[in-house]
């Protein structure tokens, strides 16, 4: 029959990490953003920041995949590129399967139930600031829920 739960799992998952004032507090480098409940692929991923980050080396964020048991920074990307955190601020970074910037390989995009999807964080993050990160995922299957 329908119902709200039968069409609920069509719609898009929006995920949101937000680091308020100062990065620095990102000095633990992965954040977790969502444990896959069924099988959902990545279409989208964006990020913006208000301060840009000035140390010498590359200061990145990267959208992983990662089996239980494993950290984040030894997971898989689903982005072909970085975001450059030393890039423009207050100009959104937009990867995209069309645009090449999220995986052209669909099993790597994809996010299998009971995996987790994260941010890996690398470089010196503490002049950063109001980074923001949406990645856009949507499911294959109906979760059980």
């Not at 069509?10 to 949101?16: E, F, H, K, S």
């Not at 590359?58 to 494993?70: I, L, N, P, R, S």
């Not at 030393?86 to 790597?108: D, E, L, P």
Request: hydrophobic share 45%; with cysteine; net charge neutral.
């Amino acid at each position: 029959m329908g119902g709200p739960k039968a069409i609920a799992w069509r719609a898009p998952i929006r995920l949101v990490f937000s680091a308020g004032p100062n990065a620095a507090l990102l000095t633990l480098p992965d954040t977790t953003l969502w444990y896959a409940d069924a099988d959902a692929e990545v279409v989208a991923a964006y990020e913006l920041h208000q301060v840009l980050g000035t140390n010498g080396s590359a200061v990145t964020a990267d959208v992983m995949k990662v089996a239980d048991g494993t950290i984040i920074a030894s997971g898989t990307s689903v982005l072909t590129t970085t975001f450059d955190l030393k890039a423009t601020v207050a100009t959104w970074q937009k990867r995209t399967i069309s645009n090449g910037g999220i995986s052209q390989t669909q099993s790597t995009r994809i996010v299998n139930a009971g995996q987790t999807l994260g941010i890996n964080f690398d470089g010196t993050m503490t002049a950063c600031a109001g980074i923001n990160i949406i990645v856009l995922l949507q499911y294959l299957r109906e979760p059980s829920w």
